[in-house]
């Protein structure tokens, strides 16, 4: 869908002027990498033309103005999927008629998709996780959880409230719920889960709101 809005954008935009437009495409791929920045220098315009997500805190962007230079950003903050990203960018011949011969651009390489994670093993994490570990005190009361291999189930004091999720390693990945609301989580527990630092938000949304616990 958002290939198709920059495609629009962009044909818009060309269709609005008499010159014919030089095309060029640019892409950026990260692979458990943090973000990958590829400068795309100066263009009269710049606009998405795909994107790959990689986990859910992954994004792609592109930024700049045609009085300096664009750039086009894969981003993946966890560092543990593959983002990747395409960019087209137009420039118009000056009426001059000295500049470069339009030359059609090549399509964009295929994306290379991630491999499918291994199995879960039934002792994700070094040295082995408890069936059950807790209890933890956090800002939602006291939160006590219990494993059966790499499923997750728990309960914590305030409002009634549930957790339930994955384990992959030290990272917990899955959803909450209260009598007043529901939404997803992610704790990533301390080498001997003695505690967590997590995130949670309403519903669907990415989580970025602060839930941490410890013994």
Not at 104 to 113: D, I, L, T
Not at 123 to 133: L, W
Not at 197 to 208: H, I, L
Request: one cysteine or more; glycine letters at 14%.
């Amino acid at each position: 869908m958002l290939r198709s809005l920059s495609l629009v954008a962009l044909a818009l935009w060309a269709g609005g002027v008499s010159a014919a437009p030089r095309v060029t495409w640019y892409n950026a791929e990260c692979q458990g990498c943090g973000e990958k920045r590829v400068q795309m220098g100066s263009h009269s315009f710049c606009a998405l033309s795909y994107v790959h997500s990689g986990g859910f805190n992954s994004y792609c962007a592109v930024g700049g103005n045609p009085k300096s230079s664009w750039w086009l950003l894969a981003k993946d903050p966890d560092g543990g999927e593959t983002q990747a990203c395409g960019a087209v960018c137009m420039d118009l011949d000056d009426s001059s008629g000295g500049s470069d011969a339009v030359v059609a651009p090549p399509p964009p390489p295929p994306v290379s998709r991630p491999a499918p994670p291994p199995a879960p093993r039934p002792d994700p994490a070094p040295g082995g996780v408890p069936d059950t570990f807790g209890p933890y005190q956090t800002g939602f009361g006291t939160l006590t959880m219990q494993r059966n291999g790499n499923r997750v189930t728990g309960s914590y004091t305030h409002k009634g409230g549930r957790v339930e999720g994955t384990l992959s390693g030290n990272t917990l990945t899955g959803r909450w719920t209260q009598t007043n609301g529901e939404g997803r989580l992610v704790f990533r527990f301390n080498p001997d889960f003695s505690g967590f630092s997590g995130v949670w938000s309403y519903g669907d949304a990415v989580p970025n709101q602060e839930w941490n616990g410890h013994r």
